[in-house]
């Protein structure tokens, strides 16, 4: 019963910032990579960012330098910080979670998403 929550996205102005949030729950031997996606209207769902347990991170060339991932393993909790929002970064965010459930088994999780708007 492993579950992946998505939180934080609404309305900002182009230049402004928000915070999301991935929160995974249930039946959780580790966590390994987690990353952010979105999907534009009309678009494919492409990679936003990811991240590695410790902490090492791959961002798409069009967020680098605005936005950043991390995450507190503690809280099984990946965040998605977007500064310099731009007309472009308008979609749905969904965060990608890779589980391990138990010692030998990795599936990946995702997120329900969230609407991320950004308008004048």
């Known amino acids: 019963q492993v579950q992946v929550v998505e939180s934080g996205g609404g309305l900002v102005q182009p230049g402004g910032s928000l915070r999301l949030s991935c929160a995974a729950s249930g039946s959780i031997f580790r966590i390994y990579a987690m990353g952010w996606y979105r999907q534009a209207p009309g678009k494919e769902r492409e990679l936003v960012a990811t991240i590695t347990p410790g902490g090492n991170t791959n961002y798409a060339d069009s967020v680098k330098g605005r936005f950043t991932i991390s995450r507190d393993n503690a809280k099984n909790t990946a965040y998605l910080q977007m500064n310099s929002l731009k007309l472009e970064d308008t979609a749905v965010y969904y965060c990608?979670?890779?589980?391990?459930?138990?010692?030998?088994?990795?599936?990946?999780?995702w997120g329900k998403g969230t609407l991320v708007t950004v308008s004048s």
């Open positions: 990608n979670a890779n589980i391990g459930t138990s010692v030998y088994k990795i599936v990946d999780y």
